[in-house]
Nanobody
Framework: VQLVETGGDLVQPGGSLRLSCAAS????????MSWVRQAPGKGLEWVSF???????NYADSVKGRFTISRDNAKNTVYLQMNSLKPEDTDLYYC?????????WGQGTQVTVSS
């Protein structure tokens, strides 16, 4: 089982990025998916959630700017990030969870700076 995040980059404030989380060895359609971020020396901060049935939820800090989506055919979950702010700078992880199964990717770095 593997989750691989890609799409992180250096972007200017106000810019956009799309993160991808591609899965192998499991079908993401069966899992609840989350994006979580972590700044150096700080704890994990939950960002967004995609319920297995299709509903979504967002942290107040990203609501209206970020959108989580899932492509079952590509077995990939995305995080579209618009109107990026310097405080969005973090290492972003995707997480797949279902009953006792809990998987993490290795993370992708997002840096928002002018």
């Amino acid at each position: 089982v593997q989750l691989v995040e890609t799409g992180g980059d250096l972007v200017q404030p106000g810019g956009s990025l799309r993160l991808s989380c591609a899965a192998s060895g499991l079908s993401l359609a069966n899992y609840h998916m989350s994006w979580v971020r972590q700044a150096p020396g700080k704890g994990l901060e939950w960002v967004s959630f995609f319920h297995g049935a299709g509903s979504t939820n967002y942290a107040d800090s990203v609501k209206g700017r970020f959108t989580i989506s899932r492509d079952n055919a590509k077995n990939t979950v995305y995080l579209q990030m618009n109107s990026l702010k310097p405080e969005d700078t973090d290492l972003y992880y995707c997480n797949a969870k279902w009953v006792a199964y809990n998987y993490w990717g290795q993370g992708t770095q997002v840096t928002v700076s002018s």
